[in-house]
């Protein structure tokens, strides 16, 4: 139940991750208008009505859906580009203008929403071939002329793949788009029964079956002659013909028909987490002296997040965190200036800097993956961090439940932890296999849990505390434990841990996916083993915790136990606030002060603010139920008592 309530939540406050069923479909949309529009409509005059009508109708759609679609910061901006690119297509405007509104529109909602648009391993083009054979060929012809059995009589007639002026404008992903979809009005039906692997196969066939310069383009990529941009799954999906053209050149172009019958060799040219981080942060200043802020913010964002922030907890093994914090800061500071449209000069000078700590911090981890003691020391460490302030939340409650003699309720506590581990572990296999989970979706769900956990921990912090003095414990035990164990009590201590342990169980799975990456062969036997020894340093914690804190006085054990609780609240606080920054939702407004991981302190004005709001609640709280305590009975002091 509490889990079912944790997701509805999770649901309703992000849009951006559970509630995009139609985004997907805008953006098919969008892909039709670039690509066919210019055929239909020259100079101002419509040269196929019906077709022209279309591209109007596929125009309002977008428009309608865009307004369906969940609220989020970048939506009135996208309302009004759609709206534009309608009336434009309206004024029967040129087909280059139009191709270049509906493909920025395109990429703008794919930011937005955080949309998957590349395979998650490289497709089986043996597969694909056999499956155009089955599917496609009969209407579409074996070499994709559009000139197969079924053809004949088909309006419009199906499309010939090798027809250069359409397709030097089509993307893989508009074409898995189309798969997947299908298109209305016509005889071209979707494919939905198809696994992803099969339908992105599919795509990756059809969009090699036009003559091109992939022999060339293989030569290239082998003697080294190309940026190596091109190379990732995600380049080779998105980007089209005269996409690459225009960002990489003629090389680039001809590299890029060569991976797509080639996929595998995308792998082989994968990015490290730096080296994305780097590429996208060039991008956003390229984008932002073109003057697409949005744009620019928007890969600003996902450099960290899909980038720098899964090499962190490497970083910090092989540094003094010093690095590791200078290039959060900068980069907290460099999408500061965007979000202010500052000058250009202080942008790009701000993004040097960044890439040059950004190198520094490839070289810290070395360019051939981690050395087998770095690989075994971030396992350890990442673990035991993530693990460490659940571990105190879960430790208290059990030692509380213990000291109170209800050892009846610990499966209530044992249930919440193991069933925040089964959910991390399921989430974590959902978003490995089914769905694309990002960055920004990490942080909002770490964000919304870690608030969560410390509104919680707020309240069984004033609980506790209520209990500190040894006549309030007396009248609690003999007039309320049981009843309040049974009801509200028992749902919040088991809350607060599943709440404390899913806050950092997805995380950890994605750090240890991105340091399994980092490893490579020779070192991911080490990292198993820095598994198993935070796993047993866990363990043993967790032992000496319950050993010694229920041999406190009662009192201390209470007064001590609230004020843990309570500090935690702030800790969570802080960490929440900052995922929820990192994802893009909460603003940063940057402070000269200090950063401390461990007490959730970070040097902005919202996370500081909303600590000390909490830290002022715990005060004025914990005041407040010393007072109503005290005046219960005559005898103020503290239990000496073990209970």
């Given at each position: 139940?509490?889990?079912?309530?944790?997701?509805?939540?999770?649901?309703?406050?992000?849009?951006?991750?559970?509630?995009?069923?139609?985004?997907?479909?805008?953006?098919?949309?969008?892909?039709?208008?670039?690509?066919?529009?210019?055929?239909?409509?020259?100079?101002?005059?419509?040269?196929?009505?019906?077709?022209?009508?279309?591209?109007?109708?596929?125009?309002?759609?977008?428009?309608?859906?865009?307004?369906?679609?969940?609220?989020?910061?970048?939506?009135?901006?996208?309302?009004?580009?759609?709206?534009?690119?309608?009336?434009?297509?309206?004024?029967?405007?040129?087909?280059?203008?139009?191709?270049?509104?509906?493909?920025?529109?395109?990429?703008?909602?794919?930011?937005?929403?955080?949309?998957?648009?590349?395979?998650?391993?490289?497709?089986?083009?043996?597969?694909?071939?056999?499956?155009?054979?089955?599917?496609?060929?009969?209407?579409?012809?074996?070499?994709?002329?559009?000139?197969?059995?079924?053809?004949?009589?088909?309006?419009?007639?199906?499309?010939?793949?090798?027809?250069?002026?359409?397709?030097?404008?089509?993307?893989?992903?508009?074409?898995?788009?189309?798969?997947?979809?299908?298109?209305?009005?016509?005889?071209?039906?979707?494919?939905?029964?198809?696994?992803?692997?099969?339908?992105?196969?599919?795509?990756?066939?059809?969009?090699?079956?036009?003559?091109?310069?992939?022999?060339?383009?293989?030569?290239?990529?082998?003697?080294?002659?190309?940026?190596?941009?091109?190379?990732?799954?995600?380049?080779?999906?998105?980007?089209?013909?005269?996409?690459?053209?225009?960002?990489?050149?003629?090389?680039?172009?001809?590299?890029?028909?060569?991976?797509?019958?080639?996929?595998?060799?995308?792998?082989?040219?994968?990015?490290?987490?730096?080296?994305?981080?780097?590429?996208?942060?060039?991008?956003?200043?390229a984008a932002y002296r073109a003057g697409r802020h949005d744009e620019a913010q928007r890969l600003a964002l996902t450099a960290y997040l899909e980038g720098f922030e899964l090499a962190e907890a490497s970083l910090d093994t092989v540094d003094d965190r010093s690095l590791r914090q200078e290039v959060e800061?900068?980069?907290?500071?460099?999408?500061?200036?965007?979000?202010?449209?500052?000058?250009?000069?202080?942008?790009?000078?701000?993004?040097?800097?960044?890439?040059?700590?950004?190198?520094?911090?490839?070289?810290?981890?070395?360019?051939?993956?981690?050395?087998?003691?770095?690989?075994?020391?971030?396992?350890?460490?990442?673990?035991?961090?993530?693990?460490?302030?659940?571990?105190?939340?879960?430790?208290?409650?059990?030692?509380?439940?213990?000291?109170?003699?209800?050892?009846?309720?610990?499966?209530?506590?044992?249930?919440?932890?193991?069933?925040?581990?089964?959910?991390g572990a399921l989430t974590w296999f959902v978003a490995a296999t089914l769905i694309e989970v990002s960055g920004a979706t990490r942080e909002l769900t770490e964000g919304v849990t870690a608030l969560l956990a410390a509104a919680i921990l707020l309240y069984v912090g004033f609980w506790l505390h209520g209990k500190a003095y040894a006549h309030a414990w007396k009248a609690f035990v003999e007039q309320h434990l049981k009843n309040a164990l049974q009801h509200g009590t028992l749902w919040a201590l088991a809350g607060v841990?599943?709440?404390?342990?899913?806050?950092?169980?997805?995380?950890?799975?994605?750090?240890?996916?991105?340091?399994?990456?980092?490893?490579?062969?020779?070192?991911?036997?080490?990292?198993?083993?820095?598994?198993?020894?935070?796993?047993?340093?866990?363990?043993?914690?967790?032992?000496?915790?319950?050993?010694?804190?229920?041999?406190?006085?009662?009192?201390?054990?209470?007064?001590?136990?609230?004020?843990?609780?309570?500090?935690?609240?702030?800790?969570?606080?802080?960490?929440?606030?900052?995922?929820?920054?990192?994802?893009?939702?909460?603003?940063?407004?940057?402070?000269?002060?200090?950063?401390?991981?461990?007490?959730?302190?970070?040097?902005?004005?919202?996370?500081?603010?909303?600590?000390?709001?909490?830290?002022?609640?715990?005060?004025?709280?914990?005041?407040?139920?010393?007072?109503?305590?005290?005046?219960?009975?005559?005898?103020?002091?503290?239990?000496?008592?073990?209970?």
């Amino acid at each position: 139940m509490l889990a079912h309530c944790l997701l509805l939540l999770l649901i309703a406050f992000a849009p951006p991750a559970y509630a995009r069923d139609a985004a997907p479909m805008i953006v098919h949309l969008l892909d039709y208008i670039a690509v066919d529009y210019p055929a239909f409509v020259k100079d101002g005059k419509v040269l196929d009505q019906a077709e022209y009508k279309e591209q109007q109708e596929f125009s309002a759609q977008v428009v309608e859906l865009l307004g369906s679609l969940p609220e989020v910061r970048e939506r009135p901006e996208l309302l009004k580009q759609a709206s534009h690119l309608r009336a434009r297509i309206d004024d029967r405007a040129a087909g280059a203008e139009i191709s270049k509104l509906a493909s920025s529109l395109r990429w703008n909602v794919i930011g937005a929403y955080r949309i998957a648009v590349a395979p998650r391993e490289p497709p089986d083009v043996k597969r694909g071939a056999l499956l155009y054979a089955k599917l496609c060929s009969a209407c579409h012809g074996l070499q994709g002329h559009g000139d197969g059995v079924a053809a004949k009589g088909m309006d419009p007639p199906p499309s010939d793949f090798h027809d250069r002026e359409r397709m030097t404008q089509r993307s893989l992903y508009g074409l898995y788009s189309t798969i997947t979809l299908g298109v209305d009005g016509t005889s071209m039906a979707g494919y939905p029964q198809l696994s992803e692997a099969e339908r992105w196969a599919l795509a990756f066939h059809v969009g090699a079956l036009r003559e091109s310069e992939a022999a060339r383009g293989g030569e290239l990529w082998r003697m080294g002659g190309v940026d190596r941009g091109i190379g990732t799954l995600q380049a080779v999906a998105t980007l089209s013909d005269a996409e690459a053209r225009e960002r990489f050149g003629p090389d680039g172009a001809a590299a890029l028909a060569w991976l797509r019958t080639n996929p595998s060799a995308a792998t082989a040219g994968k990015e490290t987490p730096i080296a994305f981080s780097r590429r996208l942060l060039g991008e956003s200043a390229a984008a932002y002296r073109a003057g697409r802020h949005d744009e620019a913010q928007r890969l600003a964002l996902t450099a960290y997040l899909e980038g720098f922030e899964l090499a962190e907890a490497s970083l910090d093994t092989v540094d003094d965190r010093s690095l590791r914090q200078e290039v959060e800061t900068q980069m907290i500071a460099y999408r500061d200036l965007v979000r202010r449209g500052a000058p250009v000069e202080r942008v790009d000078e701000l993004a040097g800097v960044i890439d040059g700590l950004l190198a520094a911090s490839a070289e810290k981890l070395g360019a051939e993956g981690l050395s087998p003691t770095t690989a075994a020391v971030s396992a350890f460490f990442i673990l035991l961090r993530e693990g460490l302030e659940a571990l105190l939340v879960v430790a208290a409650i059990i030692a509380f439940l213990r000291k109170a003699g209800r050892p009846e309720a610990l499966p209530w506590i044992h249930a919440g932890w193991i069933g925040a581990l089964a959910l991390g572990a399921l989430t974590w296999f959902v978003a490995a296999t089914l769905i694309e989970v990002s960055g920004a979706t990490r942080e909002l769900t770490e964000g919304v849990t870690a608030l969560l956990a410390a509104a919680i921990l707020l309240y069984v912090g004033f609980w506790l505390h209520g209990k500190a003095y040894a006549h309030a414990w007396k009248a609690f035990v003999e007039q309320h434990l049981k009843n309040a164990l049974q009801h509200g009590t028992l749902w919040a201590l088991a809350g607060v841990a599943f709440l404390a342990v899913y806050r950092e169980a997805f995380e950890t799975v994605l750090f240890y996916q991105a340091l399994w990456q980092q490893a490579g062969e020779a070192a991911r036997g080490s990292v198993i083993v820095g598994f198993c020894l935070a796993v047993v340093a866990l363990a043993v914690l967790a032992w000496l915790i319950l050993r010694y804190s229920v041999r406190l006085p009662i009192g201390l054990f209470f007064g001590a136990s609230s004020v843990l609780l309570a500090l935690l609240a702030v800790v969570f606080t802080g960490h929440g606030v900052k995922a929820l920054q990192e994802a893009g939702i909460a603003p940063t407004d940057p402070l000269a002060f200090v950063t401390i991981d461990a007490l959730g302190v970070y040097p902005s004005v919202q996370t500081l603010t909303a600590q000390a709001i909490v830290l002022a609640v715990v005060i004025a709280g914990f005041l407040y139920a010393s007072r109503a305590a005290a005046r219960l009975a005559p005898n103020r002091g503290r239990s000496k008592v073990p209970l």
